[in-house]
């Protein structure tokens, strides 16, 4: 099914050609022949008994695919037979067990596609997917990649009315890369459609990705252009507790946050040492120069910039590069407040996905954090918004009944909220829940 055919483009005007010259003009084959080609890449592992669910929603697509091609990555268990079943329509190669990445990479030497759609072994893609991922594409050339909505189910329970979606921070007004960089919100990787020569500059790929390899991708691919977000399902992600990764690095699902931690910090520290400041807060198409953020117009972008630095950097348990971040942040314009963005972006600085549990157990993160805060006469606005999330996880712990989370975020309240800043915060906390009940009110009143 593999084969150099020259360039793809070429290729489908040529067979549009044909079809013309031969009196059967076909408008929507027409219209095919302009937009840019996908190929699909599945890597598998041990996957026999989910393969053929993934291949059919594959195949399944509304627009026709360049090329489908699964790399078994060692497989033992039935993988090769249950992919032979779907005959020419797929490409199929075997290798020996070497990762999730490598797979990728055998793979990439094997599609033809302008963009590249990487399917999981495991997963279900709605029938419009491509149709929905490709558009962006076809409308801005700088767009290097596209995401869409995803729902989630449990093994054995197929019926999609069962599904349970996961949300996107499509409300936050963040570029996207910042966005990324703090938190891998995208976490169905056949959510994504990439442009293949952005993929590609990404060769040779890092050794050692093992348990988070989508994040890697993401992360490399988001630098070299624009990312856009398709407000439209295009995914369902099965739940199961299968073992994850090569054979040689295999982990149980138990163990997967565990690992997930490790290795975002891993690929997250060096990218801290290296993006310039305007990284985190512009799109990368629009940072100009060295984006240092050096001039003295630009103080207030460098601030939200370091605040934003610091808090990714928080997310990842990176609390030494954090500190000094914060520190740098806190010392410029003291006699500036923090602004509803600055704000907004520090709520999120004890929200990490994987829990604070070292922020809990080291009175030393919390009496630091206080310390930089305390120097600023804002300080107690910048430590209630801090402190925001161990309210949440309060209010979490109560409803699961679970009272050493409970007294776990209320010590660290303590170690890191003076008096003044208890009282802002709580003084926040009122003026919220009198916004929602007046909204409640009012949108009752509507209602009449």
């Known amino acids: 099914m593999c084969g150099d055919d020259g360039d793809p483009s070429e290729v489908r005007k040529a067979e549009m050609k044909s079809d013309t010259n031969s009196g059967r003009v076909d408008p929507a084959a027409e219209k095919e022949a302009t937009q840019p080609s996908v190929s699909v890449i599945l890597p598998t592992y041990g996957r026999a008994g989910y393969i053929g669910a993934a291949i059919r929603s594959i195949l399944a697509q509304s627009v026709p695919l360049r090329d489908v091609v699964v790399v078994d990555d060692g497989s033992t268990d039935g993988t090769a037979e249950a992919v032979a079943r779907f005959g020419d329509r797929v490409t199929y190669v075997y290798q020996e067990n070497a990762g999730k990445l490598s797979a990728i990479d055998r793979g990439l030497n094997l599609i033809r596609g302008d963009l590249v759609w990487i399917m999981d072994d495991d997963d279900i893609a709605e029938p419009g997917a491509v149709a929905a991922l490709r558009r962006p594409f076809a409308e801005d050339p700088d767009c290097v990649l596209s995401y869409g909505r995803m729902t989630r189910f449990q093994d054995g329970q197929e019926d999609a009315g069962r599904d349970v979606p996961v949300p996107y ?3 936050d007004p963040r570029p996207f890369f910042a966005k990324i960089l703090e938190d891998c919100f995208i976490t169905g990787h056949p959510c994504v459609l990439v442009r293949r ?4 500059a990404l060769r040779p790929f890092q050794q050692g990705i093992i348990a988070s390899v989508d994040y890697y991708l993401y992360l490399g691919i988001a630098q070299a252009g624009r990312s856009v977000f398709v407000d439209r399902q295009v995914l369902r992600q099965r739940q199961h507790g299968g073992v994850r990764g090569a054979a040689a690095h295999s982990y149980a699902e138990s163990d997967r946050n565990a690992r997930w931690a490790a290795q975002d910090r891993a690929m997250i520290a060096p990218l801290l040492d290296d993006l310039p400041l305007a990284a985190y807060t512009r799109a990368p198409l629009d940072i100009d120069g060295d984006g240092a953020l050096s001039a003295p117009s630009q103080m207030a972008e460098r601030r939200r910039a370091l605040f934003q ?12 590069q954090a500190f000094d971040a914060f520190r740098a942040a806190a010392d410029i314009a003291p006699e500036r407040p923090i602004d509803p963005a600055e704000r907004f972006i520090l709520t999120r600085a004890l929200g990490c996905r994987y829990g ?11 009496a630091t954090l206080r310390d930089i805060a305390t120097r600023r006469p804002d300080g107690s606005a910048l430590l209630s918004a801090l402190a925001r999330p161990l309210l949440h996880e309060v209010k979490i712990a109560r409803r699961e009944r679970d009272p050493a989370r409970v007294r776990d975020a209320m010590r660290t309240w303590r170690r890191l909220m003076p008096t003044g800043a208890s009282a802002v915060a709580f003084g926040e906390v009122l003026t919220r829940a009198a916004a929602k009940l007046r909204s409640r009110v009012i949108g009752q009143s509507r209602g009449l």
């Open 309 to 320: 630095k610091a808090v990714i950097a928080a997310r990842k348990k990176l609390w030494p």
């Open 356 to 366: 604070i549990a070292e922020v809990h157990g080291d009175p030393e993160i919390p």
């Open 169 to 171: 921070p499509v409300d």
């Open 197 to 200: 020569s952005a993929l590609e």
